[in-house]
């Protein structure tokens, strides 16, 4: 019945759709913040420039608001068009914060970004301002709820199975809002949506100077960037750290993907820069290492010793050995009617907690409990996840991490010493570095996703189980439906960006047609 | 522990109730939205008339939207069994809508800001199927829900749909598509009648007033094509009880001719829904010819509500029938989040809505008054 060509496609369909969310909704968040603040600076300086500043930018944030939105809708719907079971076995408790989402926070940032744009000759200075607050701080909730939702799917905390209902239920609100992952998660991600508007307004600013255009403008903002980039590139690493952190404590074999860590450690273990993971002979090649680094972010001690893969591998077919039974007990307490059987009921309670676990074993036999030893030691190679990726997409994220921080304290050091105009190497540099926000916020999704696989939700549902009972034309249409629009409008939105930033500030109505005659 | 203050069965009741709130809000606010787009090729004709009735919503429709995307997080997070068997079985459909109502949002915002007619002309086509294609997908949706939908659940409630997707367009559901179509229209035609000057305004007015007729007479057939038996309904004949653990295999459900209309015998006062659908779309066509677009919004907007809640009221306690295998239907006593998600939600709702609706309100205000030319050629932030 079920196609293991549907979990991929569907996969491949919410990654991509996922990731080009992602390019627009980094740039709204950090924007959105740094209108605010220049809008501040206006109506406590009262000077000009600064509210032309504020429009400006806020012209180039609404094109690039319209992708947010366009992209985002497919996101809210397609965990029901396309992980039908997913929703099922989970809604329970990934709905609410989706949900809320939308009551608390979407609706704030869409209610008041039409009065951000219609609102400048209707409200008073203070009014406005606080109509471009408004957005921000929804905006920065939205990503909040969001990632509530997405680290219960990396920690799921506060939550229990249920056999009557046949889905996970929400036992501690508390416990998935104040989520540990959560937490880490949000600011982490916030921040780097701060960096990726900083590096926007940096770049563009930068372009001005370079051409000598709209000098006053180009300045202030470069400086504003320059010290609210520099603020959040620093506090993206640090609160990386944090994640690292965190996802020690509960995916322990995502890090040690990310790692290439075939085998345990001793402690404390040491962070590999550069190597060469080879996945038929479970070793990495040309290895450099810096010892200490990866114990100390990842345990906080120099005593705990970080387990290696092929531990981690050891531990999930216990693990399944376990989901084994619980499948077995889960399968008999479904069938029987009226009061369940007390000792099946009692097996079920010890075993529930590795039930996904059982799950794993469903790709290669779905009555599960028949499952041989070959396919039992298969499944826990399973939760190993794609190393390769994983590997290389974290370290250039790191990499452009550090770079950024690196380019905003020159930017700042420059802008203090007042030299940032006749340094043109800076800001040419500052030009190229435009992509880099996009690249790392990209590189880290994939991290914090892909490194999640095989899991949908980590240790309880397959991500393969997930998927709805739809058939691979379907998908593959609306999977290339998606792509090809989506393509569309990101090169409009593309070629709109560079018509307005080459038009620059101050610049008129937008035109009409002027004819008489009827139009279609 | 705290949830238990309502009891889940009231719980339920609630959430069926909420669940028609938010469709409601979303016909009333959004509807106007896809309204004026699908009145664009009729009551503009010159770039600068277009862009007036662009502006018009533009201010105000992306909060608008928001009542969408609320829609689908609430029945995610209090129905996740109907957001997960309807979505994947409407898969064609909901591809459809997204489609649509991707476009719109950068329709919106790009359509002016490149001065070619051709470009223009586009994003105008993009904007209108942006307001016809999910009001018509909409329609057909509670047509289909009305007629019941193929599906079932397996003994892991995995749910399959085996109808295919030209199924959904029989003759009863299209009609309900058509019927929301009108609907939109003219409360579009009411809000544009309200916010433009002429020649926009009397073209609005014009427009309104057929599509109230059409909706009334498209509202007649639809209730006729019920109360013949043309549509059967579905009854619960034996269910565990009220307040269990959702599990949609545990009941006995047969297809029943009249069923959709029990309620309306066991209850009169259920007559009022019709009752305000009908008044609503006749006093709106009546106000808008004595010109008093102001009036004919809030009855347009009665009229909605009437129209909808004589649906829900009608399933009522069904939320999605299934026409193959009845007993896998969708009711509210068993499709439902726990007690505790139920409990969780309804408080946000408490806390959060009344301030949408205060803010709203406050963003109508602040936008009030008509959208005149000298605003689209002279304001740089105009679309």
Known sequence: MLDLDISQLSRLQFGLTALYHFLFVPLTIGLALLLAIMESVYVMTNREIWRQMTKFWGLLFGINFAMGIATGITMEFQFGTNWAYYSHYVGDIFGAPLAIEGLMAFFLEATFVGLFFFGWDRLSKVGHLTVTWLVAIGSNLSAFWILVANAWMQNPVGSQFNFQTMRMEMTSFYDVIFNPVAQSKFVHTVSACYVTGAVFVMAISAYYLLKGRHQELAKRSMTVAASFGLASALSVVVLGDESGYTTSQNQKMKLAAIEAMWETESAPAGFTVFGLPNLETHTNAYELKVPWVLGLIATRTLDTPLLGIKDLVTQAETRIRRGIIAYGALYNLRRGTGVPDPQTLSLFNEYQKDLGYGLLLKRYTPTVTDATNAQIKQAAWDTVPNIIPLFWSFRFMVGIGFTLIALFATAFYLSAKRRLVESRWFLKLALLSLPLPWIASELGWIVAEHGRQPWAIEGILPTSLGVSSVTSGQVWFSLIGFVVFYSLLALVDVVLMIKYIKLGPGQEPLPNLRTKRRIA | ?383
Request: proline residues 5%.
């Open chain 2, 1 to 383: 522990m705290i949830h238990e203050l309502v009891d889940y069965e009231t719980l339920r009741v609630i959430w069926w109730a909420l669940l028609g709130l938010l469709l409601i809000g979303f016909a009333i606010m959004d509807g106007f939205d896809m309204g004026v787009a699908i009145l664009l090729p009729f009551t503009t004709k010159t770039d600068t008339e277009r862009r007036i009735a662009i502006n018009s919503i533009a201010p105000v429709w992306e909060g608008n939207q928001v009542w969408f995307i609320l829609g689908g997080g609430a029945i995610f997070a209090a129905w996740p069994l109907v957001y997960a068997a309807a979505f994947s079985g409407f898969y064609g459909a909901m591809f459809l809508v997204l489609i649509a109502l991707i476009i719109r949002p950068v329709g919106m915002k790009y359509r002016s800001k490149i001065f070619h007619p051709i470009w223009r002309a586009v994003w105008d086509c993009g904007l209108f199927l942006g307001g016809f294609v999910p009001s018509l997908v909409f329609g057909i949706a509670f047509g289909n829900i009305l007629t019941g939908v193929p599906f079932y659940f397996d003994e892991t409630l995995r749910s399959f749909y085996t109808g295919s997707f030209l199924d959904l367009f029989s003759p009863f559901p299209f009609i309900c598509g058509l019927l929301s179509v009108s609907l939109f229209t003219m409360h579009g035609a009411t809000y544009l009648a309200l916010k433009t000057h002429d020649p926009i305004t009397t073209r609005s007015k014009k427009a309104g007033v057929r599509a109230a007729l059409v909706s009334m007479i498209l509202f007649t057939v639809g209730w006729l094509w019920i109360k013949n038996g043309w549509v059967p309904g579905y009854n619960i004949l034996e269910i565990s009880g009220f307040d269990e653990p959702s599990n949609p295999l545990g009941k006995i459900v047969t297809q029943d001719t009249y069923a959709w209309l029990t309620n309306y015998r066991l209850y009169p006062w259920m007559w009022a829904a019709p009752a305000l659908g009908y008044g609503g779309a006749c006093l709106t066509a009546v106000l808008l010819l004595i010109k008093h677009p102001g009036k004919a919004f809030i009855t347009s907007a009665v009229a909605q509500l009437g129209v909808i809640s004589t649906a829900g009221l009608s399933l009522f306690p069904f939320i999605l029938p299934s026409s193959t295998h009845p007993s896998s239907s969708l009711t509210i006593w068993d499709a439902s989040s726990s007690h505790m998600t139920l409990f969780i939600m309804l408080a946000s709702v408490i806390i959060f809505l009344p301030l949408v609706l205060i803010y709203t309100a406050w963003v109508f205000r602040v936008m009030r008054g008509k959208v005149s030319e000298e605003d689209v050629l002279t304001n740089t932030q105009s679309y």
